[in-house]
C-alpha cells in the first residue's frame, strides 16, 4: 500500500530525487512520465513498503479507482514511492510477466467487484482483495510473446508522444525568441543580423525597444490586454437531452491520457458542458500548478469540453498556434497561478475576467503571420501523429483481451500487426 497522507507532505517535496507516484500517471497501459513531484532518497527509504520498481503494476484503491499500470522495464526511474491512494502487485517472474489481464474487461470487472461507490468510491480490502483474486495464467514462454507485442505498440506510441514534445518544443522556442527575449530585436539593436531567418522575415522586427508598462518592448509593438488577442467563448449544452448524439467529449482525464477527446453518447455525460469551435484554444482553470492547455487537432460539430476548461478563440485575426504558445509561456503560467481562488491545493480555480486582463505585448501583425507560418505545420504534424497513437492504442486495447483469453493466437496477431505497419 501507498503511505499514510500525514508521510508525504508538500513541504517534504525536492527538486529532484525520487518521484512520486499518483492518479495521474496511471491513465494508459504503461506508466505515464510527466509532472512528477519528488522526495529525497533518504525519505524513500523510509518509506521502503510503498517503494515500487520496473515491471511493478500500480493500482488506485480510492478515488478514480480502476486506474492500473505497468512500470515499463525502459521506464525513466529505477524507483518511485506511491502515494497515498495507490497500492501495488510485484509477479513471480518465474510464472506471470506483468499481468496487462487488468487492463482488459474482465480483469477490470474483477479488480472494482469489491468496490464501494459510497462517498470516495473505493476498493475494500485492497491488497487483501487482490490476492484474492484468480486470474488465467499462459504458459510464461507464451505470456513474454503476448508482452512483446503489446510492448512494440507501447514503444511505437511513446515514440509518437516523444516525436510531439520535440515538435511542441521548437514551436515553443521560437515564440519565445521572437515574443518573449525579442531575440531578433536585439540583434538588430547590436548591428547583427537575426540568427536563423531570412531577410524578409528579420524586416518584420525593429532595431530597438522602448519603454512600457512591461518594460522595455520592441518599438512599435504596443501593451494590449490579452482578450485583444482571444476571446473567451461562452456556449453551455446539456449533453444528456441528446441522448443518441455522439460527442466529441475533451476531458481532464482525456487531455492527461493522451490529448485525444473520447467519442460518448449524449445520455453516457452527466453533467453541462461548454462547446469547442473548430478554432478552439483549451485552458484549464483547475489547479493552474498543473498547466493543461490544449490545441484540438480538428473539433467537430458535437465538440464538448469540460466546464474545468476555459475556451478561448483567436480574435483579429490572430492564429489559435500564437495564443496555445503565449498560453504556453513561463510568465503566463506564473500569472495564472496569481489568479487562483480557492485555499485547497486540489480545488484552485482561476477567474476568467484575469486572464483577459493580463497585459501582454502585442506584435505587428507582419510578424505575427510570419511566426505562424512556421507554427502551424509543425501542430499539424502534431495533430497527426496524436491521431496515430490513438489507432495504435485502440488497436492494443483489441487484441490485448483477445490474446489473453486465447480468442486470438499469436500467429493472427502478428498478422494484424504486420497489416497495419504497411
Not at 480490502?125 to 507501447?154: C, F, G, K, M, N
Request: glycine share 6%; with cysteine; charged share 20%.
Amino acid at each position: 500500500m501507498g503511505p499514510f497522507g500525514s508521510s508525504i507532505k508538500v513541504e517534504t517535496f525536492v527538486e529532484e530525487g525520487i518521484p512520486i507516484i499518483s492518479g495521474e500517471h496511471l491513465h494508459d497501459v504503461s506508466l505515464i512520465e510527466n509532472r512528477f513531484r519528488y522526495i529525497t532518497s533518504e525519505h524513500a527509504e523510509r518509506l521502503a513498503k510503498s517503494n515500487v520498481f520496473r515491471g511493478d503494476v500500480v493500482f488506485t484503491h480510492a478515488g478514480t479507482i480502476g486506474q492500473v499500470s505497468v512500470i515499463p522495464a525502459n521506464s525513466r526511474f529505477e524507483r518511485y514511492v506511491l502515494s497515498q491512494r495507490q497500492f501495488f502487485l510485484r509477479c513471480h517472474r518465474s510464472v506471470a510477466n506483468p499481468p496487462y489481464y487488468f487492463k482488459t474487461p474482465e480483469g477490470r470487472h474483477k479488480l472494482l467487484a469489491n468496490a464501494s461507490q459510497v462517498g470516495v468510491p473505493s476498493i475494500a480490502r485492497p491488497v487483501t482483495y487482490l490476492r484474492s483474486i484468480e486470474i488465467p495464467i499462459p504458459p510464461i514462454a507464451v505470456q513474454d510473446e503476448i508482452v512483446a507485442h503489446i510492448e512494440a505498440l507501447r514503444d511505437r506510441i511513446s515514440l509518437l508522444r516523444e516525436t510531439n514534445a520535440t515538435l511542441e518544443a521548437i514551436a515553443q522556442a521560437l515564440f519565445k525568441s521572437w515574443f518573449v527575449d525579442f531575440d531578433p530585436v536585439r540583434a538588430k539593436q547590436e548591428g547583427r543580423a537575426p540568427e536563423g531567418m531570412d531577410e524578409a522575415t528579420a524586416a518584420l522586427f525593429p532595431d530597438g525597444f522602448e519603454e512600457s508598462e512591461l518594460g522595455l518592448v520592441p518599438r512599435g509593438w504596443r501593451v494590449g490586454a490579452l482578450g485583444e488577442s482571444a476571446r473567451l467563448h461562452k456556449g453551455t449544452i446539456n449533453p444528456l437531452i441528446q441522448p443518441d448524439v455522439v460527442f466529441e467529449h475533451y476531458s481532464l482525464p482525456a487531455f492527461d491520457t493522451g490529448q485525444m477527446p473520447v467519442f460518448e453518447a449524449g445520455s453516457e455525460i452527466k453533467s453541462n458542458k461548454t462547446t469547442v469551435p473548430a478554432d478552439a484554444v483549451l485552458l484549464s482553470k483547475l489547479n493552474p500548478h498543473i498547466p493543461r492547455i490544449w490545441l484540438p487537432s480538428d473539433a467537430g460539430k458535437a465538440a464538448v469540453c469540460s466546464t474545468e476548461f476555459l475556451v478561448f478563440v483567436p480574435t483579429n485575426g490572430e492564429s489559435r498556434e500564437f495564443v496555445f504558445c503565449q498560453f504556453s509561456t513561463a510568465q503566463f503560467q506564473q500569472s495564472l497561478c496569481q489568479l487562483v481562488t480557492g485555499t485547497s491545493n486540489s480545488h484552485q480555480r482561476v477567474k476568467p475576467d484575469g486572464v483577459l486582463a493580463m497585459p501582454t505585448a502585442i506584435p505587428v501583425s507582419g510578424a505575427l503571420a510570419a511566426f505562424c507560418e512556421i507554427a502551424k505545420p509543425l501542430f499539424g504534424r502534431i495533430g497527426h501523429n496524436r491521431h496515430q497513437a490513438q489507432t495504435l492504442a485502440t488497436l492494443r486495447d483489441t487484441l490485448l483481451p483477445r490474446l489473453i483469453s486465447g480468442q486470438l493466437r499469436l500467429p493472427a496477431a502478428e498478422t494484424l500487426l504486420a497489416e497495419f505497419a504497411a
